[in-house]
């Protein structure tokens, strides 16, 4: 019987490491075994590794605290390889073509297609950026789009591709950090491409969506259009920049202000009539902050946010296209308001993202939790067992315990053997060789000879 597949995977956000173990059941669906978080906030911000070896350190201590979560339920594993998912600020998407020019009267057959993916994987954007990604592409057929275009008579076959470029480093340092951990990289994978994948479906791409993934350090924007992706990027602007504001305005400490925001601060304060927050002020770390004070502050840093989302939007087209609207995920998405904040700026209904069905089991943990989501859609991408089984140890045989009535019975004793005159066994001894025979005739023979010639001298 096959083992099942385990997946391993570390998703490196804004400034923690959050790892996550999951089984691939026999229906596709994934279910979650164990979960595990650090905080990475010294070496790691806005996605990008600054210390290689405090992330290795905290990402082996990650990897032992997971691998004691899994002890109880797979005894014999042990953790091997892992799947790690990235969301830096340097990550986007650019555009690049490859075509081929074909022989007269020619049809474009795989080996056209495998062709143009080879010099796209060759490609390098420039020495600072290396590919990630790269994305399937749209075919073009003589200047015309098709979805199969092998088999198809064309004078020229076109691929447009989109690449997910990042820092040139970020692979070698996920890498090293890996190693430092004692585990081999089983794939680098994209987390807001991965998200897109787990929570969007066929319909909203063929739409037209949005996907927002608003977290502590940083705020991804993925686009699909006709079912293919339009744009990604990823803003170097997040939630923590709120904290720090209402940090540095209102003279406050970090866990207090946290506090504040989640408890009463409002993205959209103009649309926050039914809410129950105190119009007085909130007594704080010996002082008082007035609601309406604190809501302006997180408005205003929020609203930047969002500015910076719509302009790199706006780029890729006409956003009322987009009939799906946005959906809206990350670890920062339940501040207060937001959505309605997003509905009034452009203009599209809001909803919020969940794992689909077909991917996940659905009593399993955090399913719907945005601080694990990202997680969630790293296993559903990872498709290499990364578990290592282990056969436990055959036990020794234990010796046959004797009876100890028959340490009692007395065994009876050999009779020795009786040796004649001659050196040879007797009657009750081994059995004599036709050499010995020959040699004891030819002695009887002599004796009897000698014993006649003494007879006839007498």
Partial sequence: ?????????????????????????????VS??????????????????YSKESTGRLMKRLVEKLQNRIVG??????????YVGISGQTLRSVEHFEMKTLSLDATVTGN????????????????????????????????????????????????????????????????DCVKMAGLQLAGLIVSPLS????????????????????????????VYQQGMLAHLSVIPLGAQLVTRDLMKTLKLREEDAEWLKATYGLSFA????????????????????????????IEGRVKEIVENVYERVRSTGDIALLASGIVLTGNASDLKELPE????????????????????????????????MTAISLLIQGTENCLLYIPPPVPEPEPAEQDPEDEKTPQPEKEPVK?????????????????????????TDLFIEDWKTQQNEK
């Fill in 1 to 29: 019987m096959p083992h099942p597949t385990y997946i391993v995977a570390i998703d490196m956000e804004t400034s923690r490491l959050t790892g996550m173990v999951g089984r691939k059941n026999e229906d596709g669906t």
């Fill in 32 to 49: 979650v075994l164990a979960v595990e978080r650090e905080d990475a906030a010294g070496c790691i911000r806005r996605g990008n590794i």
């Fill in 73 to 82: 339920k797979l005894p014999d594993y042990r953790m091997e390889k892992v």
């Fill in 112 to 175: 056209d297609l495998r062709a143009l993916d080879g010099q796209c994987r060759a490609y390098r954007p420039n020495m600072e950026d290396d590919v990630i990604e790269i994305v399937p592409p749209v075919y073009y057929v003589d200047g015309k789009q098709v979805e199969q275009p092998e088999g198809l008579p064309a004078g020229r076959i076109e691929a447009r591709y989109k690449l997910i470029v990042g820092r040139a480093d970020i692979r070698n340092c996920v890498m």
């Fill in 195 to 222: 998200l897109a994948e787990a929570t969007l479906d066929r319909r909203e791409k063929e739409a037209g969506c949005m996907l927002i993934s608003f977290d502590t350090g940083v705020t991804s924007v993925v």
């Fill in 270 to 297: 103009g649309k926050g009539k039914n809410t129950d927050h105190p119009q007085e002020d909130i007594a704080i770390g010996g002082q008082k902050v007035a609601v309406k004070r604190l809501n302006a502050i």
């Fill in 341 to 372: 904040l997003l509905r009034q700026r452009f203009n599209l209904e809001v909803t919020y993202a969940t794992i689909r069905k077909q991917w996940m089991e659905r009593n399993g943990d955090g399913v719907d939790n945005c601080h694990y």
């Fill in 419 to 443: 040796i004649n005159p001659t050196g040879n066994a007797g009657a009750k001894g081994r059995k004599k060789s036709g050499l010995s025979n020959l040699i004891d005739k030819l002695k």
